[in-house]
């Protein structure tokens, strides 16, 4: 059974599992008006969540881990359980070197990846995008 991800954090917060983001918006309002059902629940998953990352810090020594979506909605809620979980999970090296902080371009994030995805063969090469390849081939032999 999942500990972290909209269903528990919306089960936990007394919301049904299938209200899906509106549950998770309706836990994240109870938390900010001091609701301590809901401020369980985020706890619950933040601790969850700190132990999930203790393990890929441990194996995988990143300096830095950006929470999206809805990990990055819920951050200022589960900082404190998360970072608790990570200083006694992870080894003191790696953990004493990595940052965990909410992504900044919100939920237009992968969008906005995929736009730069796609839009990057424009920016390297603009020349090839504007002429035929024939136009260019007769420019650069001349």
Do not use: K, Y
């Amino acid at each position: 059974m999942p500990v972290v991800g909209a269903g528990p954090l919306g089960a936990l917060g007394g919301r049904p599992r299938e209200r899906g983001r509106a549950g998770v918006d309706a836990v994240l309002r109870e938390a900010a008006s001091g609701s301590a059902t809901a401020i369980a629940a985020l706890d619950h998953v933040g601790r969850w969540l700190g132990i999930g990352l203790a393990s890929l810090v441990n194996v995988l020594d990143p300096r830095l881990i950006v929470l999206g979506g809805l990990f990055g909605r819920i951050h200022p809620f589960v900082i404190r359980p998360l970072t608790v979980e990570l200083d006694r999970r992870a080894l003191a090296a790696p953990r004493a070197l990595v940052r965990v902080v909410p992504a900044t371009l919100g939920v237009d994030a992968p969008l906005l990846g995929a736009a730069e995805v796609a839009i990057e063969p424009l920016l390297a090469d603009p020349a090839a995008w504007v002429m035929p390849r024939e136009t260019l081939a007769d420019l650069a032999s001349a």
